[in-house]
């Protein structure tokens, strides 16, 4: 056997560079009908120490899209990423399930009724009569019982108290979580302002009133183009929803 520059044995003297006109002269062969069309694939396709290999059957752990040319090589069958082996991903349709701030007053008898068909509905409702962790809906008496006769600077000295701390943190906790607030009329002030700082959080507002309303010009700015989601019907706000 002929030795290779380097000093390595050559198994096969055909595959050398020097050779390499041997496996052409018998390619050309084949197409100029010098010999069969099955011995000029069998010579193209034959390994290099031996007779042509015959395919493998696809192995247990071998991936989908890869296929057994030959013993030991591996040809992708496309390329790019292979298919997932379990296929593509089903679409399926869940119900929408919102975590909704009702903001409005003690005063607004309708409450209770909006909390219970929303959450009927499926729906998370902070409900800030009982907003939850054993605590009971917040009431200024729960400070002092004369309240009512406050200063302003006891009113400021009072926003300080424990109660009212613990309360602005259940409710400002919720407005936080919240992905939508419904605006329940008649509401104070302290409602609108939870309001207002959903929407400027970016956050749905819809307005919701039952009985009566006080035009107010301002309630253009919680809804999108400056139209205002007044809604005079509660299904229609929880098909909305």
């Known amino acids: 056997m002929p030795e290779n520059p380097g000093g390595r044995r050559l198994t096969n003297p055909t595959r050398s560079c020097s050779n390499g006109a041997t496996v052409l002269a018998r390619v050309a062969a084949g197409r100029s009908g010098e010999g069969s069309a099955g011995d000029s694939y069998a010579s193209a396709t034959q390994a290099p120490n031996g007779p042509a290999r015959e395919p493998l059957p696809r192995g247990k752990n071998q991936p989908r899209g890869i296929s057994n040319t030959y013993k030991g090589v ?6 790019g990423a292979l298919p997932s082996p379990l296929g593509p991903c089903p679409r399926r349709r869940y119900p929408r ?3 909704i701030y009702v903001a409005s007053s003690w005063r607004n008898v309708h409450q209770p009724r909006v909390v219970k068909r929303l959450r ?16 009971i809906g917040f009431d200024w008496s729960q400070v002092s019982e004369a309240w009512e006769a406050w200063s302003r600077a006891d009113f400021i000295h009072a926003l300080e108290h ?21 605006l329940l009329l008649p509401a104070g002030a302290s409602a609108h302002l939870e309001a207002g700082w959903c929407a400027g959080r970016g956050k749905p507002v819809h307005i919701l009133s039952l009985d009566e309303i006080r035009p107010e010009l301002m309630y253009k700015l919680l809804g999108p183009g ?4 007044i809604f005079l019907d509660l299904e229609t706000l929880v098909a909305t929803l």
């Open 97 to 99: 399930v919102m975590y």
């Open 226 to 229: 400056s139209v205002a989601p």
């Open 162 to 182: 424990p109660v009212s701390t613990r309360a602005f943190e259940h409710d400002f906790t919720a407005l936080q979580e919240c992905a939508c607030c419904v």
């Open 120 to 135: 009927d509905a499926g729906h998370r409702v902070y409900d800030f009569r009982n907003p939850g962790d054993s605590a």
């Open 74 to 79: 591996s040809q992708p069958k496309h390329e």
